[in-house]
């Protein structure tokens, strides 16, 4: 499992697909963290569920979890609701979850990270998956400066950058549309890897 990090919203990303994680790396400015851990090629199906207004990711194997996201706040699911990783074997994945840092939650194989994160203001939500082995992580490398906030200009509120489907966005003049830019969602990304519109 490679590990990315956004720096502009805390947000850790977690992807088996080396195209994904090449595109945020090279292209949008996400940290390379190194592989987080070793999942295996079958067991427990872990979905991956994106949250538009939160712009958070969300992974799971609890199918009641995913089914109450969806219907009840707002999250779509990635991957065409096809599992992202799998489940299985010796080695804990923690999660945590911190409500003042727009309920971001994060994955670690490490217990001593786990243990402490509470006094960072997360709260503990114990081992969800379990990995074949740990992975390599690596102090997190950029291939891109940090981006610099951009002012919105007249009429590019959050609805100006909304598409109801792809004819819409290639109409704009704006495909394709990476994750984390305006305009981006799940429901334009058939496939899942990041690019809409392609």
């Known amino acids: 499992m490679y590990r990315l990090y956004n720096r502009t919203n805390g947000e850790h990303l977690y992807t088996t697909s080396a195209n994904e994680k090449d595109v945020l790396f090279k292209q949008h400015g996400w940290g390379y963290e190194g592989i987080a851990w070793n999942a295996p090629d079958a067991g427990t199906p872990v979905y991956r569920l994106y949250n538009a207004g939160l712009q958070n990711h969300l992974y799971t194997s609890d199918v009641n979890e995913v ?3 969806i219907r009840k706040h707002g999250w779509t699911a990635d991957n065409n609701g096809q599992p992202v990783f799998y489940s299985g074997g010796s080695v804990p994945i923690y999660r945590v979850y911190n409500f003042k840092l727009r309920g971001l939650h ?32 690596i102090q997190t490398q950029y291939a891109t400066p940090a981006p ?16 109801p489907n792809c004819a819409a966005v290639r109409a704009a003049g704006k495909a394709p549309i990476y994750r984390g830019q305006p305009g981006y969602g799940p429901h334009l990304d058939r496939d899942g890897d990041g690019v809409a519109c392609e």
Do not use: M
């Open 67 to 69: 089914q109450t996201l």
């Open 106 to 137: 994060h994955w670690t194989t490490d217990a001593n990270e786990y243990s402490i994160l509470p006094r960072h203001g997360w709260q503990q939500e114990g081992v969800k998956f379990y990995a074949n082995s740990l992975g390599a992580p």
């Open 148 to 163: 610099t906030p951009k002012r919105p200009s007249a009429g590019t509120g959050a609805n100006a950058s909304h598409y």
